[in-house]
């Protein structure tokens, strides 16, 4: 079963924000938001959080689970309204953090959503600035936060997607939140996105077979949604061929000499179709496309 709209999940989890920049809420004893999205969704954030019967001064911990702007957008926000919250990432996501232009970029993607979403004065009203991330706790392979109440979080490092992903396993719960160091449910819910390789293709497929091997009842995404049951059982296995396809796919542009930047092309092109991401512009679905595709002739 796949679950597009935010809300409940289960009795100990929340689907926050929109169908394309999820964030989650954890609970235990304690709670976590996992997931930091983009700046644009913090009105749907703001009703969200006002209709909540759940103790927010709970909210304990906040995990960014790479440093790219669609995923980090909305913490400087949420840190001002839940300023208990300490902020959790990797060691290389908090070196990136604290480089200047790369916050300058950060910003000014997440400001150009804002813009394009029509939401100048909204972003005002509610401070949507993208000033700094502060990391409270850097967290590496298999260090654990317990949450209370039996609730306890593993944290895997998977520099697969980024050399700075992390992804979370809650045991307990069997829930694994991949972020994007796995495919995620395309647009229409009906397929597997393109595989995001961005920092090293070989890795990416060895730790999605370390996921994979992991019991899983529950895939949160955090973009398009959860994935519960059977479904998310054969997802991470389905990811993995998906990834093989692609490659096979690339190698095989090449072999008919097709030129790198139709390769490209046709990649960033079929990525848009899956995702339709409003927040990508051309521009950087092609840089991403370019990224992908060297990783994966380098492999």
């Known amino acids: 079963m796949l679950i597009k709209s935010p809300g409940k999940v289960l009795d100990r989890l929340e689907f926050l924000g929109t169908w394309q920049n999820c964030l989650y809420l954890l609970k235990g004893k304690e709670a976590m938001i996992v997931g930091g999205g983009m700046s644009w969704i913090a ?19 906040l995990a960014i689970t790479h440093s790219h702007f669609d995923h980090c957008g ?24 604290s480089n200047k232009k ?3 970029f950060i910003a000014s993607m997440n400001e150009k959503m804002i813009d394009r979403a029509g939401l100048l004065e909204k972003a005002k009203e509610i401070d949507l600035q993208f000033d700094a991330i502060q990391i409270d706790r850097v967290v590496a ?14 944290f895997l490092e998977v520099p697969g997607h980024t050399k700075c992903s992390i992804a979370l396993y809650v045991p307990a719960l069997k829930i694994l ?21 961005q920092y090293d293709f070989r890795l990416y497929k060895e730790l999605l077979k370390k996921l994979a091997s992991l019991e899983v ?5 955090e973009h398009h949604g959860v994935l519960m049951g059977e479904e998310a059982r054969r997802f991470l296995g389905q990811a993995i061929e998906k990834a ?8 095989t542009m090449v072999h008919n000499q097709e030129s790198l930047e139709a390769v490209v092309q046709k990649f960033a092109g079929e990525f848009q179709e899956q995702t339709r991401f ?16 060297g990783k994966i002739l380098q492999a």
């Open 177 to 197: 939140f991949p972020s994007d160091s796995a495919s995620f449910p395309t647009y229409d819910g009906k397929g597997i996105a393109q595989p995001s390789p």
């Open 141 to 154: 392979d298999l260090d654990t936060v317990d949450l209370g109440d039996g609730i306890e979080v593993r």
């Open 278 to 293: 409003p927040f990508l512009t051309p521009e950087v679905q092609k840089s991403v496309a370019e990224t992908v595709v």
């Open 217 to 221: 009842e529950t895939l949160a995404f």
């Open 102 to 104: 790369a916050v300058q």
């Open 43 to 61: 009105p749907e954030l703001e009703r969200q959080i006002a209709s909540t019967d759940f103790d927010l001064s709970r909210i304990r911990y």
């Open 244 to 251: 093989e396809e692609d490659r096979k796919f690339i190698m």
């Open 74 to 97: 909305a913490v400087p926000y949420l840190k001002r309204k839940l300023p208990q919250m300490n902020i959790l990432a990797s060691s290389y996501a908090r070196r990136v953090f």
